[in-house]
């Protein structure tokens, strides 16, 4: 089946800098991509949907400066995280779709923002 | 917009079964999935139902009824590993991809 794979799995970082996230999709194209933010004990929060050459759509609420992403190519998207608080630190997960089978999902980057 | 609703949380003994419900507001209705989460980890999909009636998959079965706007989610024969989050979800269509919009899951505790 398909398989999204997510780098890191972890990071912890300093206030105030950037960390990137990466998603791949292994095995087929996306040419949508979709990241999702986790806390503890909550639901999976739709951030943004990645748009393969083309900006990405954000969901009301999500600071489009703050949550850079990019998807440059048809089986890569990355959030980037930039001037990352505390606030910040959470589960963050990738999702794509090979039509017309289920969403599949990365493995998930925990951010520790310190 | 979308919204869905299902229990914040399920306790059960081994062996036992399960029912976690979803009911669903939605604009346009494209199916209702399952995923199951454990902690620290990534979603898996569990069971998809696109039109009304049952559909099993091993121990787990789901149900839809798109008149009622409801569907449920069975788990029968439970064992410890079964102890998950479980969300329900509803397909988005209104931009390009469409995109997956998740209930606030269902913590399900085995014990033994």
């Known amino acids: 089946g398909a398989v999204v794979s997510q780098h890191p799995s972890w990071v912890i970082c300093k206030s105030g800098t950037s960390v990137k996230i990466e998603c791949r999709s292994l095995?087929?194209?996306?040419?949508?991509m979709f990241w999702y933010r986790q806390f503890p004990k909550q639901s999976l929060m739709l951030m943004a949907t990645?748009?393969?050459?083309?900006?990405?759509?954000?969901e009301q609420g999500v600071e489009k400066d703050k949550f850079l992403i990019n998807h440059a190519s048809l089986t890569l998207s990355t959030l980037t995280v930039t001037s990352a608080h505390p606030e910040d630190s959470s589960f963050y997960i990738c999702?794509?779709?090979?039509?017309?089978?289920?969403?599949?999902f990365g493995s998930g980057t925990r951010l520790t923002v310190v | 917009g979308q919204s869905l609703e299902q229990p914040s949380e399920v306790t059960a003994v081994e062996g036992a079964i399960v029912q976690i419900n979803c009911t669903y507001q939605?604009?346009?209705?494209?199916?209702l999935s399952w995923y199951q989460q454990h902690d620290g980890g990534a979603p898996t999909f569990l069971s998809y139902?696109?039109?009304?009636g049952l559909e099993e998959t091993g121990r787990f079965s789901s149900f839809l009824s798109r008149s009622d706007s409801y569907g449920y989610l069975l788990l029968q024969e439970l064992q410890m590993k079964d102890s998950a989050s479980y969300f329900c979800?509803?397909?988005?269509?209104?931009?390009?991809?469409?995109?997956?919009?998740f209930g606030q899951g269902t913590e399900l505790s085995v014990k033994p």
């Open positions: 999702s794509a779709r090979e039509s017309p089978g289920p969403y599949t």
């Open positions: 979800a509803v397909r988005d269509l209104s931009n390009q991809g469409g995109k997956l919009i």
């Open positions: 939605t604009s346009g209705f494209y199916g």
């Open positions: 139902n696109g039109l009304d």
């Open positions: 990645s748009n393969e050459g083309s900006k990405a759509t954000y």
């Open positions: 095995d087929f194209q996306a040419t949508t």
